[in-house]
């Protein structure tokens, strides 16, 4: 699977280790190298800044989308290719999702764990069919990938719907397995996968 366009959610915050900047910049060069441009939320600060900056450096194309009450404080990023202002947050999160056809997730906070989350419910529900994949730096995921297996070894979710969330400690291994990546045939049989039924 090629990419067009991947939307990349970030924290607004830079965290407290230069990994995850580190690692934000190597994710930038890998989109750009793949041919693919970069959908984020339009922000200037922390790890979102970074994502921008990284991939216009790199020759890439920026689109950013933020909502007009955030751009009001003066956090949009003057700079990106393409910069939609929209009026809510639920606007801001269908644009993303509509412009891409992939998600990435690097470290961030509550913002970013909740877009992430209903992007992998949507996906549950059948309202898209794009790779998602959580860029697991210094093991930052690992407390929500150890909470997905227990909800599915708990049979709150089904295992197919489990494989919808990938993760990987580097860029280009997330990338790549993004890639390589099939969606899988869901059924509502939901707590049971193919070759089991």
């Known amino acids: 699977m090629t990419f067009q366009k991947v939307c990349v959610y970030a924290g607004s915050a830079p965290g407290a280790s230069e990994?995850?900047?580190?690692?934000?910049?190597?994710?930038a060069a890998?989109?750009?190298?793949?041919?693919?441009?970069?959908?984020?939320?339009?922000?200037?600060?922390g790890l979102m800044g970074v994502?921008?900056?990284?991939t216009l450096q790199a020759g890439g194309t920026v689109t950013g989308v933020i909502p007009r009450f955030l751009d009001d404080r003066e956090v949009g990023h003057d700079g990106v290719t393409d910069?939609?202002?929209?009026?809510?947050m639920h606007e801001r999160k269908m644009l993303m999702a509509d412009l891409a056809d992939a998600f990435v997730v690097l470290p961030g906070g509550i913002g970013t764990l909740?877009?992430?989350?209903?992007m992998l419910s949507w996906s549950q529900l059948g309202l898209h069919r794009k790779p998602m994949g959580l860029l697991d730096t210094d093991g930052f995921w690992q407390p929500l990938v150890d909470l997905?297996?227990?909800m599915t070894a708990e049979e709150f979710v089904g295992l197919d719907h489990r494989r919808l969330l990938l993760s990987a400690p580097s860029p280009g291994e997330l990338l790549d397995a993004m890639a390589d990546w099939e969606a899988p045939v869901v059924d509502r049989?939901?707590?049971?996968?193919?070759?089991?039924?």
């Open 114 to 118: 909740e877009e992430i989350v209903e």
């Open 189 to 197: 049989q939901w707590l049971h996968s193919e070759d089991e039924t």
């Open 148 to 150: 997905l297996d227990h």
């Open 83 to 88: 910069l939609r202002v929209v009026e809510t």
């Open 30 to 45: 890998g989109i750009v190298a793949r041919g693919a441009g970069v959908v984020y939320g339009g922000g200037s600060l």
């Open 51 to 54: 994502l921008a900056d990284a």
């Open 19 to 27: 990994a995850y900047a580190a690692a934000t910049r190597e994710l």
